[in-house]
C-alpha cells in the first residue's frame, strides 16, 4: 500500500508523541484542585491491538475483487490495524469505545484510489453492490462522522483519499488552488509555501486533518477572522457521485438558484466523495505578529472583541479566554525556557494590576493575530489597542503570542493524557449573536455544574471566545471531570447532552465548526427547524435513494 499517514488507534497523533508534566510545575496541583486527579497516577495499561476481538470482515468475493482491481491490490486493504484506525474518528466518545474494545461494526475493507477515476469506479462498483462507502481523509473528526451503523448488515468500505495529496495548479492572477481532497494541512501549505502562498486555514486538528475533511465538515480556523471559514475559502469543487461528477467552477459569484456548492459543504459524505476543492489562496504576509492582552474580566473581554469586530482593524486572530481557561494557561506554562507567559506578567506587572483593582482570580488572557505589510500590520496595531484600552486590557506583548503558536495544535495530547489517568476532557463549541453570549456562557456553566453535583464529581469548564462576526462569535468550552472507572460513557453522555441542550436553548447554534455527524444530530431540529430537517433529508433521499453514501450522518435516516 502507497504510504499514507494514520495516527494512532488509541489516541490522537503520531505513536511516540505525547502530553508531558513533569516540566509544568504547575499542572498537577491544578488538576488535583481542578477535578480531583493526581496526574503523577501511573496511566493504565494500553490495551494492545491483540486484545481486541476484531470481527471478520463482512465482504463477498466478488465485491472485493471489483474493489481490488479498481485500486491495485496493494490498496485494497482488510488487515486488523488498518481496520480498526477506520473504524472511529477522534471524539471523546470514540475514543472510550475503542479503548474499551467496543467495536460492533468495523470497515470490511479500505481501499486508497490514486485518481478521481479510480474513486468513480469504486463508487459506482459499491453502490451497485448493495454497500456502504465512509469517506475519510485524516480521521480527525469529533462529530461522530466516520463510523458505520452499529446494525449496518451490508459491506462497509472505507474510502481513504490520503493519495490524493497534491496541489494541481496554481492560478496566480486570481489567487486560485486547484487541491485534491486528502492532502492534510502541513502537506498543502507546505506545498504552497514553496510558490509563496497560504490557504491560512489553521484548524485546532491541522496537522491530522485533510482539505476535504475541512469541506465535508463545514470547518473554521484560528485565522478565519482575516481568511474566512472554509465555507469562504472553498470556491469550487469535484464531487465523485454515483454514475457522475459534480463539478463546481470556482466563480467569484453566481445567482444560480439555490447554491449547490453549499449543499456540499458540510454534507459529511452524504452526497458523494470530494475529490478536489479549489480555494482561495493568498500571498504569505511580510509581517505575522500574534500579541498577548490581559482583561480585568471575561465580560471586558468580550466587550473588546465585540468593538474590535465592528471596527476598522480587521486581525487574523481574536481570541479571549474566560478567567479558568487563563489559569489553564498558566498551569501548562514550562518550568524553564526563553518564552513563557510567566515571564512576561511578571510579579511587578501583577503588583500594577492590583493596584488598578483588578481581581487576579478574574483576569482573562488575548490573543490577537496581524497579518499583513509593516504599515498595515502597525495601523491594525494601533486601532486595537485603543479598544483594548478603552476596555481596561493591557498589552502584554509578544512572547505569549509566539507561545499560544508553538502549541495551538497540542491540546488534544492533553485529553488522551487524561483518559489514561481515569478522566474524560472533551470540547463543545457554538456560535451566537453577540448580544446572546454573555447569557449563553452563564447557562452553560450552570448547565454542566449541575451535572457534575448530580453526578458527585469535581469537574471543569472553562471557555474562549475563538472566532469573532460582524454580528456575534464563537464560543468554545472545554470541560473534565475524573469518571467512576465503571461507565465512563453513562457519566459523559449527561454533561454532554446538558451542554448542547443549553446551546440551543440560549440561542446558539448546535456546532461552529465541527459538524452535525452522529454526536449532535439530536439538537438539529432545534436548530434548523422541523422543515430545515425535511429540506436536508429530501435532498439526501433523492441524491442517495439507497443509502449507500454515510448513511445516518446528519440526521439518522
Known amino acids: 500500500m502507497a504510504d499514507v499517514k494514520h495516527m494512532k488507534w488509541w489516541g490522537w497523533g503520531v505513536e511516540g508523541v505525547s502530553f508531558h508534566h513533569e516540566n509544568k510545575p504547575a499542572f498537577r496541583p491544578f488538576v488535583i484542585n481542578a477535578i480531583d486527579l493526581d496526574v503523577n497516577t501511573a496511566p493504565a495499561a494500553p490495551m494492545s491491538l491483540d486484545d481486541l476481538a476484531i470481527p471478520a470482515p463482512l465482504i463477498g468475493d466478488q465485491l472485493l ?15 486488523d490495524l488498518d481496520r480498526i484506525v477506520h473504524t472511529y474518528g477522534k471524539s471523546a466518545r470514540d475514543l472510550l469505545r475503542v479503548r474499551a474494545g467496543d467495536i460492533p461494526r468495523v470497515p470490511d475493507v479500505m481501499v486508497y484510489p490514486g485518481n478521481e477515476a479510480e474513486v468513480q469506479l469504486i463508487v459506482d462498483r459499491a ?32 474510502l481513504d483519499l490520503g493519495r490524493l495529496n497534491q496541489v494541481i495548479d496554481l492560478d496566480e492572477d486570481s489567487g486560485l488552488a486547484r487541491i485534491q481532497a486528502g492532502a492534510q494541512g502541513p502537506d498543502l501549505e507546505e506545498q504552497l509555501a514553496v510558490r ?13 486533518s ?20 472554509i465555507s469562504d475559502i472553498a470556491r469550487g469543487m469535484r464531487v465523485v457521485m454515483p454514475g457522475k461528477v459534480l463539478e463546481i467552477r470556482p466563480l467569484p459569484h453566481t445567482s444560480t438558484g439555490p447554491s449547490v456548492r453549499e449543499m456540499v459543504l458540510g454534507s459529511e459524505g452524504r452526497l458523494g466523495v470530494i475529490t478536489e476543492v ?8 511580510e509581517v505575522r505578529l500574534i500579541l498577548g492582552y490581559l482583561f480585568p474580566s471575561w465580560e471586558a473581554g468580550l466587550a473588546a472583541m465585540q468593538e474590535i469586530s465592528t471596527s476598522d482593524a480587521h486581525p487574523s486572530i481574536t481570541r479571549v479566554s474566560d478567567a479558568k481557561e487563563t489559569a489553564f494557561s498558566f498551569a501548562t506554562r514550562k518550568k524553564s525556557g526563553r518564552i513563557s507567559i510567566s515571564s512576561l506578567i511578571s510579579k511587578g506587572m501583577m503588583k500594577v494590576l492590583q493596584r488598578r483593582g483588578w481581581k487576579l482570580d478574574e483576569v482573562c488572557l488575548s490573543f490577537i493575530g496581524y497579518e499583513g505589510g509593516k504599515a498595515h500590520v502597525a495601523r491594525q496595531k494601533a486601532i486595537v489597542k485603543d479598544i483594548v484600552s478603552r476596555h481596561g486590557g493591557i498589552v502584554v506583548g509578544k512572547g505569549p503570542g509566539e507561545l499560544y503558536d508553538q502549541k495551538k495544535f497540542d491540546t488534544p495530547y492533553i485529553r488522551d493524557f487524561l483518559l489514561d489517568r481515569g478522566a474524560i476532557g472533551d470540547v463543545s463549541e457554538t456560535a451566537a449573536p453577540w448580544s446572546k453570549l454573555l447569557p449563553l456562557y452563564t447557562n452553560v456553566l450552570a448547565a454542566a455544574e449541575k451535572v457534575y453535583a448530580h453526578l458527585g464529581v469535581a469537574g471543569w469548564i472553562m471557555c474562549h471566545l475563538s472566532h469573532s462576526y460582524h454580528s456575534g462569535a464563537c464560543l468554545y468550552f472545554t470541560f473534565a471531570f475524573k469518571h467512576d472507572g465503571v461507565d465512563p460513557l453513562g457519566q459523559y453522555e449527561p454533561l454532554k447532552n446538558a451542554i448542547q441542550q443549553a446551546f440551543v436553548d440560549s440561542g446558539g447554534t448546535l456546532s461552529h465548526h ?15 427547524s422541523a422543515a430545515g430537517v425535511h429540506m436536508i433529508d429530501g435532498l439526501f433521499t433523492a441524491m442517495d435513494p439507497g443509502r449507500n453514501l454515510n448513511p445516518g450522518k446528519i440526521i439518522a435516516k
Open 514 to 528: 465541527h459538524a452535525v455527524g452522529t454526536e449532535h444530530a439530536a439538537w438539529l431540529e432545534q436548530d434548523i
Open 127 to 158: 453502490v451497485a453492490a448493495g454497500a456502504v462507502i465512509i469517506p475519510y481523509g485524516g480521521g480527525s473528526n469529533i462529530s461522530g462522522s466516520l463510523h458505520a451503523p452499529e446494525d449496518e448488515t451490508r459491506p462497509v468500505i472505507s
Open 196 to 208: 509563496g502562498w497560504t490557504l491560512g486555514h489553521f484548524p485546532d486538528s491541522f496537522t491530522h
Open 65 to 79: 475483487a471489483e474493489l481490488t482491481d479498481a485500486v491495485g491490490a496493494e490498496n485494497a486493504v482488510q488487515d
Open 210 to 229: 485533510t482539505l476535504g475533511g475541512w469541506v465535508a465538515t463545514r470547518s473554521s480556523g484560528m485565522q478565519s477572522d482575516k481568511y474566512g471559514d
Open 278 to 285: 479549489t480555494v482561495q489562496v493568498h500571498r504569505i504576509p
